[in-house]
């Protein structure tokens, strides 16, 4: 999905594009949400390479009622990176409090985050994963899950 052809926009529409939540239907926000929580890759995986730092530049505005570029369609890949976990849970309440919240028409997060997911409806998020990443569940699920695969001879964690 990450060839020089792709817009941030492909990549937004293809991992959330199914989201069909109608906020005037049930009102949590006042703007269009979407929600895409990654499963199993970390943030420095190459998939989101020239994405990490979308959306870092309004959070301090957001959270501190600052004048900013805080328009149109918001974008967030990861945001709980630049944020304290109090951060993360008063993020989209600041949002909602922003002086220019009325000319927001949307916010896309990309997160990993239970403290931002907590904010949103179920019909307001997907789980994104791949499947080339079931090579990653042995490290996600621990040491018992990793233990499960290995192999008698090498058996031990270190």
Request: charged share 25%; with cysteine; proline share 7%.
């Given at each position: 999905?990450?060839?020089p052809?792709?817009?941030?926009?492909?990549?937004?529409?293809?991992?959330?594009?199914?989201?069909?939540?109608?906020?005037?239907?049930?009102?949590?926000?006042?703007?269009?949400a979407?929600?895409?929580?990654?499963?199993y890759?970390?943030p420095?995986?190459?998939?989101?390479?020239?994405?990490?730092?979308?959306?870092?530049?309004?959070?301090?505005?957001?959270?501190?009622?600052?004048?900013?570029?805080?328009e149109?369609?918001?974008?967030?890949?990861?945001?709980?990176?630049?944020?304290?976990?109090?951060?993360?849970?008063?993020?989209?309440?600041?949002?909602?409090?922003?002086?220019?919240?009325?000319?927001?028409?949307?916010?896309?997060i990309?997160?990993?985050s239970?403290m931002?997911?907590?904010?949103?409806?179920?019909?307001?998020?997907?789980?994104?994963?791949?499947?080339?990443?079931?090579?990653?569940?042995?490290?996600?699920?621990?040491p018992?899950?990793?233990?499960?695969?290995?192999?008698?001879?090498?058996?031990e964690?270190?």
């Amino acid at each position: 999905m990450n060839n020089p052809t792709t817009s941030i926009g492909d990549i937004f529409e293809h991992w959330l594009g199914d989201i069909k939540y109608d906020p005037k239907k049930r009102g949590l926000y006042p703007f269009m949400a979407r929600v895409g929580v990654v499963k199993y890759r970390p943030p420095r995986h190459e998939a989101f390479e020239y994405l990490l730092n979308l959306g870092s530049g309004m959070i301090e505005d957001i959270l501190y009622h600052k004048p900013g570029n805080i328009e149109g369609s918001l974008t967030f890949v990861f945001p709980e990176r630049f944020m304290s976990i109090h951060e993360q849970r008063s993020f989209m309440w600041a949002l909602c409090r922003h002086p220019q919240v009325d000319q927001v028409t949307g916010v896309d997060i990309i997160t990993s985050s239970p403290m931002l997911v907590g904010d949103f409806y179920a019909e307001m998020i997907r789980i994104i994963e791949w499947d080339e990443d079931k090579e990653l569940i042995p490290f996600v699920n621990g040491p018992d899950a990793a233990m499960n695969q290995a192999t008698k001879d090498d058996a031990e964690l270190c």
